[in-house]
């Protein structure tokens, strides 16, 4: 019983402050690392297959951000 307490406490408004932020930046890198891959008017000097690696790298690092962010919830409870 305490435990299910504790876990419906509300978070501050700086720990959802920075939640919304983080996924704000997940979408954000994500979006980035597609428009690198794709959109081939980006003005970047770079041929199609560094443009994959240079979007991928992108996407990856999205991703581990995301992954960040859920453990830190995960370790907060």
Do not use: C, D, H
Not at 24 to 45: E, S, T
């Amino acid at each position: 019983m305490q435990n299910n307490i504790s876990n419906n406490k509300q978070k501050s408004p700086t720990r959802r402050f920075l939640l919304i932020l983080g996924a704000a930046l997940f979408i954000a890198i994500i979006i980035l690392g597609l428009l690198i891959m794709f959109w081939n008017k980006l003005p970047l000097n770079l041929s199609q297959s560094q443009r994959y690696m240079f979007g991928a790298l992108f996407i990856i690092y999205g991703i581990m951000r995301f992954i960040r962010i859920v453990n830190t919830r995960i370790y907060e409870k």
